[in-house]
């Protein structure tokens, strides 16, 4: 199953101090194929996150081993559809 996790943040000294770690732990989802996308925006400190996982129970615990996660206000959407240019079929081109 799919899920969209909207994140809202604050920057702090605290904050900046853990992105190191944080991105880390992004990295090793994303390498493992948890998360699908990951997009931040600095203009309204808020993060997207889009990731596979068995239920709303699992994502939590996924985002609770962040070192950032007690910075976060979040919300977990289960996604019903998922439809974009990377799940479709590469165009046909004849040679």
Do not use: C
């Not at 194929?33 to 615990?61: C, F, P, Q």
Request: proline fraction near 4%; glycine fraction near 2%.
């Amino acid at each position: 199953m799919k899920y969209q996790v909207t994140i809202q943040f604050e920057m702090s000294e605290e904050f900046m101090q853990l992105i190191p770690s944080h991105r880390t732990y992004i990295n090793y989802l994303i390498n493992k194929g948890t998360i699908d996308y990951y997009a931040v925006s600095m203009e309204t400190k808020r993060v997207w996150i889009t990731l596979n996982a068995k239920s709303k129970a699992e994502v939590h615990k996924i985002l609770r081993k962040s070192p950032l996660f007690k910075l976060w206000d979040y919300e977990i959407d289960e996604i019903f559809v998922f439809d974009g240019q990377h799940y479709r079929l590469p165009e046909v081109n004849p040679n």
